[in-house]
């Protein structure tokens, strides 16, 4: 396995001698080794619940389950989300928050087959791995409690359900109801097709559903009498389209039709577009954001509709923390990469067959560690962007399907789903469950990483883009 510079030497981060014993450590990793069947199965169920978001009922009481049994103390319903739950083990300071998500994806049902076979044809998928994401949070949850609780280490350990990652925000709302309030850390990981923890970000996003109310009337006999809020979709969505090369390069925008009349033969009385609209930096998106919502206004001016704009979420770029993303490195390496079976090779390859393969890295890219110095962005947008402002937080990826596989699609559902998964999903868990019992072991380095984060976020103060009085969008994924 290659082992790249550890990220602690490229910025001068000190980890300092009180970490967690070597010989410990290694009796950790077996643990974890020992324990990986089990948590793969878990991770197996809750792809094939494959619950969208805040609608992963099953999902999260399998998670909650599992924690209780260990011990863990649940708190359900938090920020009035019915699948959003926190589960807390020990007292006192530090507290390490765990973030774990388990929402999929619309319309990305897939088998475990390296051609394309939807489980159900039309169903959701987890297509972003995160039934691999929420078990190996759980897993290293759990696996450092038993530690901390054998050798009595002070500080307390909290897992948090965070349901409907993808376009939800749930964490945005667990925040608001005081959940992260006495954290001082908070650690997760995301699945993906390298393994890398560095100092990326992730993009700013902004979305919403624009509503326009125009005039029903017989489009044959008397399209007069009709004002359509079909046109005013077009006309605002054509707008976007031009506006695309007025914004900053690294803007993107994107949109669906939801809505768009009941039939032809009547003017759409009724029609809507979702928006996104994203980019690195929060500051940036605001100025992007009102341009985006112009064009809106004028599309009703111009077709004489109504417009409503309402607010489906928002988040924040992710802002790095130096000190923690040192400590995520080091246990990333010490995890190691995936070695896979002359069986799972053969489907990787036949399986790559079906990619666009023109920038990925080759196989066997998945036994390494990317050096950390090597910057790497997310590609999209994350609720972690709204906890890694208010305390200090650090993401990293492991490599859960092969490389070159896109997230948000079959391909990578079929990856979640099989034994590649979740032998990913093992080296995420042994990477966080390591950096816990790094951070009990010296509470030093939470102080560091406190450091970090208030040098990185001088200057800027967090609001979140949604309404202060905004509830959770529960049924942002509801189809009818």
């Known amino acids: 396995m290659k082992i790249a510079l550890p990220l602690a030497a490229c910025l001068s981060v000190p980890i300092l001698s009180a970490q967690l014993p070597r010989a410990d450590r290694a009796r950790v990793l077996k643990q974890m080794d020992d324990t990986a069947p089990h948590y793969g199965q878990l991770s197996r169920l809750i792809w094939e619940f494959a619950e969208v978001g805040y609608k992963e009922t099953k999902s999260s009481a399998l998670l909650q389950d599992e924690l209780r049994k260990h011990g863990f103390r649940i708190e359900e319903n938090i920020g009035n989300i019915p699948t959003a739950f926190t589960a807390t083990w020990g007292s006192g300071a530090p507290v390490i928050a765990l973030m774990g998500e388990y929402d999929a994806l619309p319309e990305l049902s897939q088998e475990d087959v390296p051609e394309r076979k939807p489980r159900s044809v039309g169903a959701p998928g987890h297509g972003c791995g995160h039934n691999l994401f929420g078990a190996a949070v759980a897993m290293a949850a759990i696996t450092a409690k038993d530690y901390v609780e054998q050798h009595k280490l002070p500080g307390t350990i909290r897992f948090y359900g965070t349901p409907a990652e993808e376009g939800g925000g749930g964490k945005v709302y667990m925040a608001r109801a005081g959940a992260f309030r006495d954290a001082d850390v908070a650690l997760t990981w995301h699945p993906g097709s390298e393994n890398h923890a560095g100092l990326g970000s992730s993009l700013a996003n902004i979305n919403a559903k624009f509503k326009f109310r125009g005039v029903a009337s017989h489009a044959a006999s008397a399209p007069w009498n009709g004002r359509s809020a079909l046109d005013a979709v077009l006309l605002m969505n054509h707008a976007l389209e031009l506006m695309r090369e007025h914004v900053p390069t690294e803007t993107r925008i994107h949109y669906i039709i939801t809505k768009g009349g009941a039939a032809p033969n009547i003017v759409p009385e009724n029609a809507e577009t979702y928006v996104y609209a994203r980019h690195p930096k929060m500051t940036v998106l605001d100025g992007v954001w009102a341009r985006v919502v112009k064009c809106a206004e004028a599309a009703a001016l111009a077709t004489e509709t109504k417009m409503e704009m309402e607010i489906v979420n928002s988040v924040w770029d992710v802002l790095p923390n130096d000190a923690l993303a040192a ?53 999209g947008s994350t609720d972690v962007g709204d906890i890694s402002w208010q305390l200090p937080t650090a993401q990293f990826t492991a490599a859960t399907w092969a490389p070159g596989t896109s997230a948000h699609s079959w391909q990578s559902t079929a990856f979640s789903g099989m034994t590649i998964g979740r032998k990913g999903m093992l080296v995420a868990a042994k990477t966080l469950a390591l950096t816990v019992l790094d951070l009990l072991h010296d509470p030093q380095q939470v102080k560091l990483a406190r450091e970090a984060f208030e040098k990185r976020r001088a200057g800027v103060e967090y609001r979140s883009r949604v ?5 959770a969008p529960l049924t942002y994924r509801d189809t009818k």
Do not use: C, H, W
């Not at 190691?336 to 890219?365: C, I, N, Q």
């Not at 309404?467 to 509830?471: R, S």
């Open 327 to 379: 400590l995520l490195d080091k246990n990333l390496n010490a995890a190691g990469g995936v070695k896979y079976t002359p069986e799972e090779r053969a489907f990787a390859e036949k399986l790559r067959r079906t990619m666009d393969l023109s920038s990925a890295p080759p196989l066997g890219s998945e036994e390494t560690i990317v050096p950390p110095q090597v910057m790497r962005g997310l590609g």
């Open 467 to 471: 309404p202060a009085l905004q509830g």
